[in-house]
C-alpha cells in the first residue's frame, strides 16, 4: 500500500506559477511510476504528466507540454509538478498517482490516488 499526499495547490493569475508536491508513504516508493491527473468541475479526469521509476522518462499531455515539468526525488519520497504560464483552463483539482508497473496515460493504469488539490487560475 502506498499512501499519497498532495500539497501546492491556490489561487493564481494567468500566466504565473505553482509547483505541486506529492509526499509518499507505505512501500519502496523507487519502485513506482508516478503521475499527475486533474479533473475539472463536469468533466472526466485527465492525464497531465507521468514519470518512469527512475526518473529516466517523462511524459506529458500536450496541452501541458512545455509549460509542465515533472520530477521526483526518490530519496525523500516525494513527486513534483512545476506548472508555469498557467492558463485559465488548467483550473481544476489536481491528483498524484502511483503505479507498481509503468504507470500510463489511463486512470485505470495506477493503483493509488492521493486526495487532490485544488489549483485556480484567474484571468
Known amino acids: 500500500q502506498v499512501q499519497l499526499v498532495e500539497s501546492g495547490g491556490g489561487l493564481v493569475q494567468a500566466g504565473g506559477s505553482l509547483r505541486l508536491s506529492c509526499a509518499a508513504s507505505?512501500?519502496?516508493?523507487?519502485?513506482?511510476?508516478m503521475g499527475w491527473f486533474r479533473q475539472a468541475p463536469g468533466k472526466e479526469r485527465e492525464f497531465v504528466a507521468a514519470i518512469n521509476w527512475s526518473g529516466s522518462r517523462t511524459y506529458y499531455a500536450d496541452s501541458v507540454k512545455g509549460r509542465f515539468t515533472i520530477s521526483r526525488d526518490t530519496a525523500n519520497e516525494m513527486a513534483y509538478l512545476q506548472m508555469n504560464s498557467l492558463k485559465p483552463e488548467d483550473t481544476a483539482v489536481y491528483y498524484c498517482?502511483?503505479?507498481?508497473?509503468?504507470?500510463?496515460?489511463?486512470?485505470?493504469?495506477?493503483?493509488?490516488w492521493g486526495q487532490g488539490t485544488q489549483v485556480t487560475v484567474s484571468s
Open positions: 498517482a502511483a503505479d507498481r508497473t509503468y504507470g500510463g496515460y489511463d486512470v485505470e493504469d495506477y493503483d493509488f
Open positions: 507505505g512501500r519502496t516508493f523507487s519502485r513506482y511510476a
